[in-house]
């Protein structure tokens, strides 16, 4: 008899734990598919795991998309109350049928507790407007994703260029593309870097490695990602606009630079300096496209990763 395929998803359950008085369980999920890819299907054989203790809360934690997280929470209602972990934030509580917690609630726990503490690498991605940033840091962030799970995609700009808008797919037309970005973009406010660098503070205590799309302006009011992120790429079909960047980056920010891309509509590949960053020119694909990253590429940024800072 052919052996039935392995789940795409793994629920591990944690023993109780405790925070402000509350009891609780970590649910992780993890998706073992290379890819890190499921599909809806993938729900229909999903069993919890077997002890969990219904009396307590439990924090459902790990990458997954929404609709499975709808699933974990419905599943989960007989518990007294149960929260979604957000590593920038902490255990938000999402339903509860105890008076000890309220929705909306931020438990501050560490799902990583036993670990030693460190700070992982944050990549800033910069950069002129029109030069590939966004494409790129997708790119990369699902490269990485299918040899390192704990990596994760910052976004810390408000022109709703979103992970979803790359992945419409060839089809879409840029005409589209553009008008579902301004439906979405928000507003620049006072709090708002302040806001993304602690965010990337308590995700590089958690990951192994933070990148961070910063948009395409250099700003003083910028200047907090500075003080959160250790390493900039610069990616620019501009090569007058790249010098700002360092000044920016290196020069205010003491940050240490990765890698100088030359954004290309041409495809190619051609490497100029590797010391003291690697230098080069590429053709990076539009929105929609196949996004291949040069292996010289992947591997100067894979320097990066599992070196604590």
Known sequence: MPQSAEP??????????SVQGLSYQILSIELVTKDRLISPEDLRDQNLPAHIDYKGGIVISGRGPIWLYGYLIHELHPAAWVACYDPRLGAVVVATHSRQTQVGQVLSI?????????????????????????????????????????????????????????????MTKSSDREAYKLAYKGGITDNFFQHHSQAILNLRRQKTLVVVDVGGQVQTEKVPLLEACTHYLII???????APWHEFCRDRGNLKCLTVLHSSLEIEEVIHK???????????????????????????????????Q
């Not at 795409?8 to 734990?17: E, G, H, P, V, Y």
């Not at 990583?112 to 790119?139: F, T, W, Y």
């Not at 620019?236 to 790249?242: M, R």
């Open 8 to 17: 795409a998803i793994k629920l591990t359950l944690s023993q109780s734990r």
């Open 110 to 170: 560490d799902v990583q507790e036993n670990l030693p503490p460190r700070l992982c690498p944050a990549m800033m991605i910069v950069g002129p407007p029109d030069s590939g940033k966004s494409v790129l840091s997708h790119a990369l962030f699902r490269t990485l994703l299918t040899e390192y799970s704990d990596i994760y995609l910052q976004r810390a700009h408000w022109d709703g260029e979103g992970n979803w808008i790359l992945e419409l797919g060839e």
């Open 236 to 242: 620019s079909s501009k090569p007058e606009e790249i």
């Open 274 to 308: 590797r010391e003291p960053w690697l230098e080069m020119t590429w053709g990076v694909l539009e929105q929609g496209g196949i996004c291949q990253i040069p292996t010289v590429l992947l591997e100067q940024v894979k320097t990066l990763l599992n070196k604590p």
